[in-house]
């Protein structure tokens, strides 16, 4: 941005243009005020409102819907609280940054822990200060290390951590049952190894499923790079990307191994489907059709709705040491010149009320960032939520870059090859080769940071 | 070539039994022919109403169903409104409908102006450097407006413009294809009605008022038929230049909030439909006006 | 163009001495008055911002850095030229442009003959086949996206029953292009239909009446009147065809969840610039793609225009 002028000048321009014309719009402005005048003048929305952005959709949207209804039942009633959902990725990132460049940010929003060091180098966030903390009663203490290591940018604090999504695997417990993968308590019995899982993918079609399991291939890069992060990630092998996207340092054969042994598992070994979509591999399971499902935590309640019987543990270690892909939801101020005190307190009291409520919020699947609610009676006795959040200590988080983090170009870019390859329209070697000469062009692009 | 006489009948001039038989050309072979016109037809015409009806028919069904698959959504007879209640309780397609429908009217209205103005001082006036000036403008019949979007977010960010009306209406006003529609008319109307105006010491701008516009209707309607369907349509740079959801025209808030990849099947086609009733209706009640505007520009943003 | 005779500067007739006709300099400054509104919005939203996109092109501008940015000099239009994917970008809109043309052109000429032929009910065709035209984009793409939809989707759900699915279409980079250009035929085919109609309307009926009476089939009527008669239609058409899907974005930046996957299967040249601007940040690499991709559609412009005074020099001769 080149200029960013005085409100004043801005203002009378607004109003000039305003006067001068109106042609169109005359005859609807009498009926309909508050919206069209924003849009003619560019008014700040009614003061007392907190405008809140997400991009939490499905079953995330509607728990966090009834987090909003509580929040305005305590703070005032209907206006207090404006929560708009975005469409997920880089769509609602690039929204964000216009946004906040084009002076009509949030005044607060989600961001995923991924994405907040390319943000806060944009000078997109604001910082959250120790007073910021203090009013709303927090410390470094009310948070799990792992988190408040997400939230912290170079030495400073830069957002509430809200939540922990890991990669999970999902079981049909009906399925499950036939094919005697349960042990004597009804939950999975232990996997470990490759082999087990194979052996444990085929018993399930044995016992009937349509499939052995299920994962999103089609049309969604993102959940392809988790599942294959989540694999890969076990492996004694180089990160993607080091030096903070720098530089590329992949581990092609390792790779090119992990592909493969999806890409196996897809075709010809048939025991998952290798073309649905997102959507499809909710639906595959949601309908019985596969004794596995691996996806993010955060589909729990989708299951729960559609009524199929299942659990849920954290994935099983195949390789070389236990880890899961998982990013974190994390409550960021979008850089609001002339935010009020006023403002600025009753925001910090949102994000306050957001953390508060996280059992609600760990009922859809996430497991709670602060300490109290994880700590509290009634997430222990959360089921399935309880069989997986060990996974919480052995997330992996995606590799730091101007391009990376979730929805990024880098998870496009790599997402896509691994789907590819699932789809058996790819092989391995020129998956990785094209990751490789992907990554690499971003690594060398001038940082516009 | 043998002259024939005109046929009072309206019938389409290929199909002519009545003539002579030929090896080539029987009777029979031109009604096979139109039979398998007919036939051809209708396939057509189901194929095209298909989406747009499952659509309709899935916003009337409830969300878990939509989301089961089509023999599921073909199978449930019990319809509701949920949707349609849910979205319009919500209200934010009501916004975005208004933002739309102030955007587009007020763009019609300084389009149709501006571009009539300058059109009748290149089609009726004289003055110097006047062939420069048309090409000018000519040259911006190449220049797409999708290509400015990065440099409008610049500029309308200096201005301080983001996020209100103005930032989508301004830059879609000077249309040079509008420019040049009303040309085209002015060309073709005769020079005699404005001299008896001149020698009566009417000015320029009285001529325009009183006698060119109100011969120009046909120019006009087909001038905001096209601005309107474009307008209300674009995505791209309303989609940059609006964040607040409060003014969102509707492809932009169709095309964020909400997002595509839930798995609110219903909600989705309702709210899709919503957007693109104004328009909809327009066309029922227009049907001939607008067809013969869009054939007689012959022109798509 | 017709020249136009000038109005305000003729002699006027002796007779009316008490009210005269403005002389010429006030024709000429009437005209720049009139021009004004317009020519002040030309230059302003559309010369200007091209005039400094063209500047910020040899320029490291950042979204979010104030200013222009260090001088760069051509190093953004060799970046662009030697990406590859811009050059996708670049084949994706090719590809996509030959995908809808040409099926458009071929559908519009025939559905508009059978419905001239037909001659009856043709509200309900203009209904069934140009309604769709008049659907946002977004509403297009949403209904299409869901029509889809791998495991749920009616389209899917017949590719099924067809023994060929579910196919995630829209998530297989071999059929995501394809399964775009057909909703899009099916989007605008009503533009081009209503145009070709509006052709043949024109094609003096006694021509074919003549050409019956010596023997001529249905099909050489067709062949020998009807498409030579269009042929202007068809080339505005097919012209107004390439440039509008050369500009594609809207459907394919909602279909795909603006990603333009699978692996940037489907992302057509508009969205390399609007990522590489807005979601990338890099102004100045997203100008000079912007001017590159100028540079193309100005190349099609032109060929038209040759092609437009062909014609019209075959007509007049």
């Known amino acids: 941005m080149a200029v960013r002028p005085g409100t004043m000048s801005r203002r009378r321009l607004l109003e000039l243009g305003g006067a001068a014309l109106g042609v169109g719009a005359v005859g609807l402005t009498a009926g309909c005020g508050s919206s069209v005048a924003a849009g003619v003048v560019g008014a700040p929305p009614s003061p007392g409102t907190t405008t809140f952005w997400n991009l939490w959709g499905g079953s995330d949207g509607r728990r966090a819907e009834s987090m909003y209804d509580a929040y305005r039942a305590a703070n005032g009633g209907p206006a207090s609280l404006e929560a708009i959902t975005f469409a997920w990725g880089n769509p609602y990132y690039t929204k964000l940054s216009l946004a906040t460049i084009g002076g009509r940010p949030p005044d607060i929003a989600v961001a995923h822990a991924s994405r907040l060091p390319t943000l806060v180098r944009a000078g997109i966030l604001e910082e959250i200060t120790p007073a910021d903390l203090a009013a709303a009663n927090l410390t470094q203490d009310s948070f799990s290390p792992t988190a408040w290591k997400a939230v912290t940018v170079d030495d400073t604090v830069r957002a509430f951590p809200f939540d922990v999504g890991p990669l999970v695997l999902y079981y049909n417990t009906d399925i499950c049952g036939k094919a005697g993968l349960l042990g004597p308590d009804g939950k999975l019995a232990p996997i470990q190894g490759v082999e087990a899982f194979e052996k444990a993918m085929a018993a399930g079609k044995q016992a009937g499923a349509k499939y052995g399991a299920v994962w999103p291939v089609g049309g969604d890069p993102a959940s392809n790079w988790r599942w294959f992060q989540t694999l890969h990630a076990q492996k004694n092998s180089a990160p993607f990307l080091s030096d903070n996207g720098h530089s590329v340092t992949l581990d092609d054969d390792e790779v090119a191994k992990t592909l493969e042994l999806m890409s196996k598992w897809t075709g010809p070994q048939g025991y998952a489907p290798g073309s649905v979509d997102y959507a499809g591999s909710l639906s595959v399971f949601g309908s019985g059709d596969a004794a596995f499902l691996v996806v993010g935590v955060w589909e729990i309640t989708t299951m729960q709705e559609v009524g199929v019987p299942f659990g849920m543990t954290t994935f099983p ?11 974190s939801h994390v409550l960021a101020l979008p850089a609001q010149p002339g935010r009020s005190a006023e403002s600025r307190a009753r925001t910090l009291g949102f994000a306050r009320f957001m953390l508060d409520e996280g059992l609600t919020w760990a009922g859809g699947g996430s497991l709670p960032a602060l300490r109290s609610v994880q700590e509290s009676e009634g997430f222990r006795n959360l089921k399935p939520q309880a069989d997986y959040a060990p996974s919480g200590d052995i997330a992996v988080y995606d590799p730091t870059a101007w ?36 990554l690499t062009r971003y690594a060398e692009t001038p940082d516009p940071l | 070539m043998t002259a024939t006489s005109a046929r009072p009948s309206d019938t389409t001039p290929a199909r002519d039994s009545a003539t002579p038989a030929t090896d080539r050309n029987t009777p029979d072979s031109g009604r096979t022919f139109d039979i398998l016109c007919v036939v051809v037809l209708a396939v057509f015409v189901v194929l095209w109403v298909i989406p747009t009806l499952w659509a309709i028919n899935a916003s009337f069904k409830s969300n878990a169903t939509a989301a089961l698959g089509a023999g599921e959504i073909l199978a449930d007879t019990s319809w509701t409104l949920a949707s349609y209640a849910q979205l319009l309780s919500a209200g934010n397609i009501t916004t975005w409908l208004l933002s739309s429908a102030v955007i587009s009217l007020t763009v019609v209205a300084l389009t149709v102006l501006f571009a009539s103005l300058a059109a009748y001082a ?9 062939n420069v000036v048309l090409g000018v403008i000519l040259a911006g019949l190449m220049i797409p407006p999708q290509v400015l979007i990065v440099p409008w977010f610049q500029e309308f960010g200096a201005l301080g413009l ?28 005769p020079k005699e009605i404005e001299e008896a105006a001149r020698i009566d010491g009417a000015g320029y701008w009285t001529i325009y008022r009183v006698l060119i516009m109100p011969l120009a209707r046909p120019a006009v309607s087909a001038v905001a038929i096209f601005t309107l369907v474009v307008t209300w349509n674009d995505l791209l740079w309303p989609l940059v230049a609006l964040t607040n959801p409060d003014i969102m025209t509707v492809p932009v808030g169709l095309a964020t909030v909400g997002g595509t990849f839930q798995q609110r099947y219903a909600d989705t086609m309702a709210s899709a439909l919503l957007g693109a009733l104004p328009l909809l209706l327009l066309f029922l009640f227009f049907q001939r006006r607008i067809v013969e505007g869009i054939a007689g520009t012959g022109l798509k943003g | 163009m ?18 005269t006709a403005p002389p010429l300099d006030s024709s000429g400054r009437a005209a720049w008055g009139f021009l004004a509104p317009f020519g002040l919005f030309y230059v302003l939203f559309i010369l200007g911002p091209l005039a400094y996109q063209f500047v910020s092109s040899f320029f490291a501008t950042s979204l979010v850095r104030p200013g222009i940015g260090p001088v760069l000099g051509l190093g953004n239009y060799v970046e662009v030229l030697t990406s590859s994917v811009f050059w996708i970008s670049v084949r994706n809109t090719l590809v996509f442009t030959v995908l809808t043309a040409v099926p458009l052109v071929l559908l519009g000429l025939i559905l508009a003959i059978l419905v001239n032929r037909v001659s009856r009910a043709q509200w309900l065709f203009r209904l069934a086949f140009f309604a769709p035209y008049v659907l946002p984009s977004a509403t297009m793409a949403l209904i299409w996206y869901f029509l889809y939809s791998p495991e749920l989707g009616l389209i899917d759900s017949l590719l099924s029953a067809l023994g060929v699915g579910p196919a995630a279409v829209l998530g297989n980079p071999l059929t995501v292009l394809p399964a775009i250009a057909l909703s899009t035929i099916w989007w605008t085919l009503g533009f081009n239909f209503v145009l070709y109609l509006a052709g043949l309307q024109e094609i003096p009926r006694d021509l074919y009446e003549a050409a019956s009476l010596d023997g001529a089939s249905t099909w050489e009527q067709i062949r020998y009147i009807t498409v030579p008669l269009l042929a202007r239609t068809t080339t505005l058409v097919l012209v107004l065809q390439i440039i509008n899907s050369l500009k594609v974005f809207d459907q394919i930046f909602i279909m795909t969840g603006g990603a333009g996957g699978p692996d940037n299967a489907s992302i057509p040249v508009l969205m390399y610039v609007y990522n590489t601007s807005f979601t990338d940040y890099r102004v100045g690499a997203a100008s000079a793609a912007s001017m590159v991709f100028f540079l193309l559609i100005l190349g099609v412009s032109a060929v038209w225009l040759t092609l437009t005074r062909r014609n019209q020099g075959q007509v007049n001769r």
């Open chain 1, 317 to 327: 270690q195949l390789f070389d040491k236990p880890g899961v892909w998982a990013d």
């Open chain 2, 122 to 130: 290149l089609s009726r006036l004289q003055f110097r450097y006047k």
């Open chain 2, 162 to 189: 983001l996020n209100t009306y103005w930032a989508v209406i301004l830059p879609a006003v000077p249309q040079v294809v509008a420019v040049f529609v009303f040309k085209q008319f002015f060309d073709g109307l």
């Open chain 3, 2 to 19: 017709t020249t136009t005779t000038n109005v305000g500067t003729r002699p006027v007739p002796a007779t009316t001495t008490t009210r």
């Open chain 1, 403 to 438: 391009f990376a983090g979730a929805g990024s170009n880098f998870q496009i870019a790599v997402g896509s090859q691994i789907a590819l390859v699932q789809q058996g329209l790819a092989t391995p070697r020129d998956a990785v080769a094209s990751m490789r000469s992907q």
